[in-house]
């Protein structure tokens, strides 16, 4: 779409006449060859260029194209290989030794080694929750030459393959050692990875474009390509991301073919798409999103429980369905923390949920929990396709009940990540309440799943603080068998919701759209969409 502003009449027309008098008194030139550019329009727009700084999905959607990483998950969510070519694993299992893959190299030119492993881990290790349990039980991290490291466990922790494989955010991407010597509680500078594409920083303009370009030394593995893992090969020459912050626009542009691939239409406009030839519409069956209500356990009311389980007696988790996804095929009532139709499926504990609304029940909670009329400041987010519309749900919710005053504070998402890291009060730039979600792909699991970790100041955003449930969720880690993992989840659940780490409102689905007149080879995969594979026509 050209959103330009229409020249004057007086100006357009003698330049269209000096146009044709140049066209007739110039030879033509040979027509250059076009870059193969694939335009893509993501969920949210790039602002951070750092993958460990934040959990935001964006922000690891930029970092699949331009890192690599140890183990990926393929189509079918199980891990393999990606930069590592081969392991070890001891008798005990506690040692792992891996050797990394001939020809790895960053965008500089310089050779990926184990320094670079090692430190990006480490970095890693201090942001993801993940990261941090895998951490606990590591009693070594060391080279033993360029391309060899050994990673020695305190115990026979059993996840750790599982959890450098992660596809949610944040993913272990290795880094060079230059910036994963970066204080991880501060963003980095230099984007300069060994993946399949290069940032181009000069052509980034933040709230309008990302461009990468294919890194032409990348040597993929030999494997075909499958989800995140096999051969990451690129067929195009750029990607460029071009952000659209109006759902409808975005639609347009598709319908229109000024993009090629749309990842998260609204769902209002999906007939629309479906009936649209040479648009195609895909969804991974484990493509579901969940919705978080996420509250601050640092401050009043929510540092005392009481307040919080007050909500469960006030938030309605339909309206949030009805509202983000109204088309029937796309719902699923869920009050599993684990997601539905999933292995880990429980709802124990959920019942105060469950229930009719009961407002004089939460204003009790509310009073008993020290409550006495005091502002609660909501970040809401003003251009997020799901986010904006549940923050409007939700303040709804809130001021139904009627004896709440709320102090609702509109910004765009880039601003919610920023301000959702301030420890301080409300009144001195902190907030009480934001409104996130997260992937059933890494709600699934306990260990990957960062909103429901309750570890006080390792935890997510919100500081839940549980030692008890974080012993129930570290045993669910060492279980011996699927059958056990289920019961732990079970008492995981019963004491999620007698604690409420946060509040989960439903589960939906949403394809991806992209033009399949000119696209094939289009990996589906949720939560990052992977852009090699793709051959444009």
Known sequence: MDSRPTRPRSWFAPAAALGAILALTTPAAAPAQQPKTLRVTMHADVRTLDPFWTTQTIAGIHGLMVYDTLFSSDINLKPQPQMVESWSVSDDRKVYTFTLRDGLKFHDGSPVTTKDVIASMQRWGKRDGAGKTLFGYTASLNAKDDKT????????????????????????????????????????????????????????????????????????????????????????????????????????????????????????????????????????????????????????????????????????????????AADKKLQKLCFSYFGCAVDMETDAGSEPYKAAKDYKKAEQLFKEAGYNGEPITILQATDHQYITPAGLVLAQQLRKAGFLKLDVQSMDWGSVVSRRAKKEPPAQGGWNIFITGTTVLNSASPMTHTSLAMGCEKAWFGWPCDPKFEEIRTSWAFAPDLAKRKQIAVEISKRAYEQIPYISFAQWTNPVAYRSDRLSGVITMPSLPPMWNIEKK
């Open 149 to 324: 490291f050994v990673w020695t466990l305190t115990e026979a922790y059993g996840l750790l393959i599982d959890t450098l494989a992660k596809s949610g955010t944040s993913v272990p991407f290795i880094m060079r050692e230059k910036e994963a010597m970066v204080d991880p509680f501060q963003q980095i500078q230099e984007v300069v990875g060994s993946g399949p594409f290069a940032f181009k920083r000069d052509e980034w303009v933040p709230g309008s474009k990302t461009v990468y370009t294919k890194f032409k030394d990348y040597v993929p593995r030999k494997e075909p390509a499958s989800g995140h893992a096999g051969g990451k090969v690129v067929k195009v020459d750029r990607v460029e991301y071009v952000w659209m912050s109006d759902p409808q626009t975005a639609q347009s542009a598709l319908v229109n073919g000024e993009i090629d691939f749309l990842e998260n239409p609204q769902p209002d406009f999906l007939p629309i798409l479906e009936g649209t030839p040479g648009i195609k519409l895909e969804t991974h069956p484990a493509m579901g999103t969940m919705g978080i209500i996420q509250m601050n356990h640092l401050h009043p009311p929510f540092n005392n429980v009481k307040a919080r389980q007050a909500l469960l007696h006030i938030i309605s988790n339909a309206d949030y369905l009805n509202t983000i």
